[in-house]
């Protein structure tokens, strides 16, 4: 999943606005600060789903290498390689 | 942009673990707070994927149809998609 900046800014501020429609948050450092705090856990997860696929697509590409490729399906044995590093590294993709 | 219930989840509780840990906010019920801040995830992702639909349905009905993929059709697709955005308002 991709998310560009301003999109990553939209979600949190649709997040933030929907908890304080239904009165489900009490910000104890300001607005700012909660929305802040919104988008940069947003930020850091995606940046960990993308390490993991830059991780997977490395690991794999060692694997190919090791064993000559023939005969593996690529598509399925990085679907395989993302889903372990993800069990791993406590990501759920 | 396809994104699973678990990874909705996932995000949410991401969100909540931050804004706690930090002491940003409070949560007056925990539940609720966990359901409101899915369902704003889930919402976003909605409305993006109808944005997506509507801007690829329009970029294949369009009298000089581009290549998917293509630059072109990468240019007419960002361009597509800001104008969809503004129609509702986003």
């Not at chain 1, 501020?13 to 929907?18: A, H, I, S, T, Y």
């Not at chain 1, 991780?55 to 005969?71: F, H, I, N, R, S």
């Not at chain 1, 889903?83 to 990501?91: D, N, P, V």
Request: aromatic residues 6%.
């Amino acid at each position: 999943m991709r998310l560009k900046e301003e999109q990553i800014a939209r979600l949190a501020e649709k997040v933030l606005g929907d908890l304080e429609r239904a009165q489900l948050v009490e910000q104890k450092q300001g607005r700012a600060a909660v929305l802040a705090g919104i988008k940069s856990a947003i930020a850091e997860d995606l940046r960990l789903e993308e390490a993991l696929e830059r991780d997977a697509e490395a690991l794999l590409e060692q694997t190919l290498k090791a064993v000559g490729g023939q005969g593996i399906d690529r598509h399925k044995m990085l679907r395989m390689i993302k889903e372990k590093l993800a069990k791993e590294r406590k990501i759920v993709l | 942009m396809h994104i699973s219930e678990d990874r909705i989840s996932h995000i949410a509780h991401r969100i909540y673990d931050k804004l706690w840990r930090d002491d940003l906010a409070d949560f007056p019920d925990e539940r609720r707070a966990l359901d409101a801040v899915k369902g704003a995830i889930e919402g976003f992702f909605s409305v993006m994927e109808q944005v997506d639909q509507a801007v690829r349905a329009k970029l294949a009905s369009y009298s000089q149809a581009k290549v998917p993929g293509s630059r072109e059709w990468e240019i007419l697709y960002q361009k597509f998609y800001a104008e969809e955005l503004a129609k509702r308002k986003w």
